[in-house]
């Protein structure tokens, strides 16, 4: 909401235009003399209303709706430009089109992250959340802030950095707060979801399994969301070495995927299916089903190829006739890893290869790529 600091014609001129009001209209909607209003008009930043009259203005002012308030702010710009004096009007948060241009950066985000063009994304999120506070902004503004802190939570989740002051935790927690101020239980529960997700690459697997559990009979999420948190109940089991088990849920929610017709969820659950008969020690069942993630696979984003290539060469390594080969796919997912800066997936890489070589290397550490 935009505030007058001193109303003089100008500013009220301002304000019938933005009211679409005629001067005899306006003058009535205020309470004054319609010579008043002329006045106002004719002599324009040339003139004061008497204090009374201005507190009379600021009530006019503070009931407008959103619209008018626009056209008042851009109208005065325009007045205030044309006879060079200083604009006197401050707002105490965004202008309706900075929410708009908001959302739309936040669009932009979202495609950027899809594409792993993570300097771009951060760059787009820092510009708005660096500009206001929360304390700042009303609840269309707090509800953008809590889309772009999550966003942020998503990058620096791909990148790798979960813990710390600047990490994924920390932004999901934020985006967790403000939701919750606001009253909206299915991003709450979707933060929900993604700490889950946090707290299973940080090692925890027994509470992200736990997490995840509760999380696939939530009504707050989407079925698309349970049927994930589903899903990832299985990645974590597998983590644990109970592969058969965890197979068995992965399958439920490769149905409901497919009932839902979410081509791309149906993809990456079979490469996560993959890896859990893999360590089931059935190789052929693992090479079977990875590739029918790798020929089915929607987006052919980069994280999304450094996945797919990992889990195969995860598998490929697993039997001593395709270790060469498995070390290939390997590399070339380290290379595309390296190019975009997914750290947490060239962590998994080298935990392979390790492995490839007899080291002692955690069943934990060595699934971490099969994450969304």
Do not use: C
């Not at 190789?283 to 079977?288: I, P």
């Amino acid at each position: 909401m935009a505030t007058v600091h001193l109303w003089t014609g100008l500013e009220a001129h301002a304000l019938r235009r933005a009211l679409r009001m005629s001067v005899r209209a306006f003058a009535d909607h205020l309470g004054v003399a319609v010579r008043t209003v002329s006045k106002w008009e004719k002599l324009g930043a040339g003139t004061e209303p008497r204090p009374d009259t201005q507190a009379i203005l600021d009530v006019a002012l503070g009931r407008a709706d959103a619209a008018a308030h626009l056209r008042f702010e851009t109208l005065l710009s325009e007045l205030s430009r044309s006879t060079e004096i200083g604009l006197r009007v401050t707002t105490a948060g965004p202008r309706l089109w900075e929410y708009a241009t908001w959302a739309d950066d936040l669009d932009r985000v979202v495609v950027a992250l899809s594409r792993q063009s993570f300097a771009f994304a951060e760059n787009l999120l820092s510009r708005w959340l660096a500009r206001y506070s929360p304390r700042d902004l009303d609840d269309r503004g707090l509800y953008l802030y809590g889309r772009s802190t999550a966003l942020l939570g998503d990058l620096h989740r791909d990148q790798g950095a979960l813990l710390g002051p600047l990490s994924a935790r920390h932004n999901y927690a934020d985006a967790h707060s403000v939701f919750t101020q606001l009253d909206i239980p299915r991003r709450v529960a979707q933060l929900d979801l993604s700490l889950a997700v946090v707290t299973e690459m940080s090692g925890k697997l027994d509470a992200a399994a736990h997490q995840y559990e509760s999380l696939a009979v939530d009504d707050r999420l989407s079925r698309r969301d349970r049927a994930r948190a589903r899903l990832w109940v299985g990645t974590a089991l597998s983590k644990g070495g109970e592969h058969d088990y965890a197979a068995r849920v992965m399958t439920v929610a490769i149905r409901d995927f497919e009932d839902l017709n979410e081509p791309d969820d149906w993809s990456a659950a079979h490469q996560k299916l993959a890896l859990a008969r893999r360590g089931a020690g059935d190789l052929n069942g693992a090479l079977s089903l990875i590739d029918v993630a790798r020929s089915t696979a929607v987006s052919d984003a980069p994280l999304q190829r450094v996945r797919l290539d990992t889990a195969y060469g995860h598998i490929l390594i697993s039997d001593p006739a395709t270790v060469d080969d498995g070390l290939k796919t390997l590399e070339r997912a380290a290379q595309v890893a390296t190019k975009v800066g997914l750290v947490h997936q060239l962590r998994a890489i080298e935990d392979i290869r390790r492995l490839s070589h007899g080291a002692d290397v955690p069943a934990a550490a060595v699934t971490r790529e099969i994450h969304e």
